[in-house]
Nanobody
Framework: VQLVESGGGLVQAGQSLRLSCAAS????????MGWYRQAPGKQREVVAQ???????HYAPSVKGRFTISRDNTNNTLYLEMNSLKPDDTGVYYC???????????WGKGTLVTVSS
């Protein structure tokens, strides 16, 4: 399964972006799907996750500002990001941890830059 992120870009603080992650083939069952980010000079960290039952989890730094969602009809994962801050800058990666097809898949990332 290949994943392709889109929607990144350069925005000013306080603005919004919507990231998308499209899969190259049908997804029949998931364990979890998520968004991660890696800021310059830092380790990759989890931003938000959604489970097979639809439960969501957010990093404390983005809770209340970001919303993760998925569209099962087109195998796409989304991340709505509002009230962006310069600390949100980084490369955002999507991850699909799947049951069918089996595997743990990553996209190549999309860059989000938030200027102050």
């Amino acid at each position: 399964v290949q994943l392709v992120e889109s929607g990144g870009g350069l925005v000013q603080a306080g603005q919004s972006l919507r990231l998308s992650c499209a899969a190259s083939q049908a997804i029949f069952s998931i364990n979890a799907m998520g968004w991660y980010r890696q800021a310059p000079g830092k380790q990759r960290e989890v931003v938000a996750q959604i489970t097979n039952s639809g439960g969501t989890h957010y990093a404390p730094s983005v809770k209340g500002r970001f919303t993760i969602s998925r569209d099962n009809t087109n195998n796409t994962l989304y991340l709505e990001m509002n009230s962006l801050k310069p600390d949100d800058t980084g490369v955002y990666y999507c991850n699909y941890w799947l049951r069918d097809p089996v595997g743990d898949f990553w996209g190549k990332g999309t860059l989000v830059t938030v200027s102050s």
